[in-house]
């Protein structure tokens, strides 16, 4: 069974950083694109990151550039996102996706193993 394991959420004050991760099997993790998605109440769920299967490549929703950095370590089949100067409308839970092939997707439909989600809500 495919499992993605989120942690690292939280609760901070704007201007806090906070470093997700998301442990992987090896086999769901070494050559997939992975991702990182997230979803405020009431609202759909969204893109933020994806890194490529080498990590070479990376993309960001333009609200998160220049703040958030994903990352990934092979040896540890771990993936992080790295989420600096949080403002309140970061509030949302976060979640971890395999992607279907080697290359980065920024759509839902690019994923097809997703963690539970790890909430991380920043006060103003």
């Known amino acids: 069974q495919v499992q993605l394991v989120e942690s690292g959420g939280g609760l901070v004050q704007a201007g806090d950083s906070l470093r997700l991760s998301c442990a992987a099997a090896?086999?769901?993790?070494?050559?997939?694109?992975m991702g990182w998605f997230r979803q405020a109440p009431g609202k759909e769920r969204e893109f933020v990151a994806a890194i490529n299967w080498s990590g070479r490549n990376t993309y960001y929703v333009d609200s998160v550039q220049g703040r958030f950095t994903i990352s990934r370590d092979s040896a540890k089949n771990t993936m992080y996102l790295q989420m600096n100067s949080l403002k309140p409308e970061d509030t949302a839970v976060y979640y971890c996706?395999?992607?279907?092939?080697?290359?980065?997707?920024?759509?839902?439909?690019?994923?097809?193993?997703w963690g539970q989600g790890t909430q991380v809500t920043v006060s103003s």
């Open positions: 996706a395999a992607g279907i092939g080697a290359r980065t997707a920024t759509t839902r439909d690019g994923y097809d193993y």
């Open positions: 090896r086999r769901t993790f070494s050559d997939r694109a």
